[in-house]
């Protein structure tokens, strides 16, 4: 589950909301793979998470979605055209959390055996 949580907050969070979005360099020179992070526990996942969503708040509360985004990765890192606008980028952050989120509730649900919405 930790390595869930480093994905959504360095290969969403700080890859396309930071780095593409804001133009960070400390984002964009931190990039890695979010799924090859270091071992950690389970709060300092969501620490991160955490802190990497106030980062992305910060940078959504002062670009134009309207606009290109401010950063493009190169090929090498990842290899297709650049999107037209922020609002783009946006709408994959948000559709990959939310695929993730489903997995996360998949994995909560095997540890404390509820499930909040069984259709029959």
Known sequence: MTQLLNHLAFDDE????????????????????????????????INLYKREIARSDAVLADVDLDAPPRWWPPATVFDAPPMPDGREVVFRVLAETSVHAGHLDIVRELIDGHQNLVVG
């Open 14 to 45: 700080m890859f396309w909301i930071s780095a593409v979005l804001g133009g960070d360099a400390t984002a964009i020179a931190g990039l890695h793979n979010g799924w090859a992070s270091k071992p950690m526990t389970g709060a300092e996942a």
